[in-house]
């Protein structure tokens, strides 16, 4: 099964990667994505097991990935493991610091790995994010970036958020909420969406073709494991298929962005916010 090039990949770099041998890759790489699977429900019994499970993964994945980086096979064992620091950043102790705080020492990161995973795969430079931003099919992006507020308030419903931020509450001043409207835009928003679609979806595209919609969903959903609900996990994958298809339609991830930023921020301040509100 040969690769389809992204839109922003170059000639010289797609003639260099070698099609593997049909099976191979993909067993490996299918064996990685159990593996992160099986560590996020791991977590379920204790958090630490998930925090070191991904640990470990990511050395085996990168250590994976170097020594097959020669032929260009595999290049989702880089991908999985920006996945898994992603993850294992995750568990940065939320109730010591400020959620804004938070999400920037677990999303900056984040998203200088997965800029320079694809600045590697792809050639100098962040042409493969300005790609993915392109405003293709306008039309089409704005009504996947319009999804993200009925999609933000299941979401809401779903998931009951421990913990919210409200622009109704007189102890949070503004300028604090307008932070972390920010900050889950740019980090939840288009930080997440350039990880799972365009480095992860983009990459498992390499070994599994058109079945590559199917490992993003998993890996997508299986990141929200810890959430504890099994109907936000569901729906979560279901989110992910939806933007990785409108991904695959378009060549952009800018419809899916906005609509991403709008759920995380329906969820975590707008319709906490409007349930502070009498008679709303």
Known sequence: MSA?????????????????????????????VAAFIAVELLGLIDPLI???????????????????ERDHRQPLLLALAVVCLYRLLAFTPLPAIDFTNHLV?????????????LRLLHGPGVRAVGEALRPRMLHWQLLVAASGIPL?????????????????????????VVGVVIAL??????????????????????????YALYVSSAVFGAAYVGTRSIPFVLFVVAVGAFFGWCYERTGSILGSAVAHSLISIGVFVLWPSLGHIPHL
């Open 50 to 68: 998930t925090a070191f499970g991904h640990a470990i993964l990511i050395a085996t994945l990168v250590n994976h990935y170097i020594l097959t």
């Open 4 to 32: 389809t090039p992204p839109p922003w990949a170059s000639p010289t770099a797609y003639r260099a990667r070698k099609t593997p041998p049909l099976g191979t890759p993909a067993t490996v790489e299918l064996c990685y």
């Open 152 to 176: 933000s308030f299941a979401a809401y419903r779903l998931l009951k958020p421990g913990f919210v931020v409200t622009f109704s509450d007189p102890a949070q001043h503004p300028a604090a």
């Open 185 to 210: 835009a740019v980090f939840s928003g288009l930080g997440e969406e350039l990880l799972f679609r365009v480095l992860l979806h983009g990459e498992a595209r390499t070994s599994f073709g058109p």
């Open 105 to 117: 020492l677990v999303g900056a990161p984040t998203l200088l790995a997965t800029v320079l995973a």
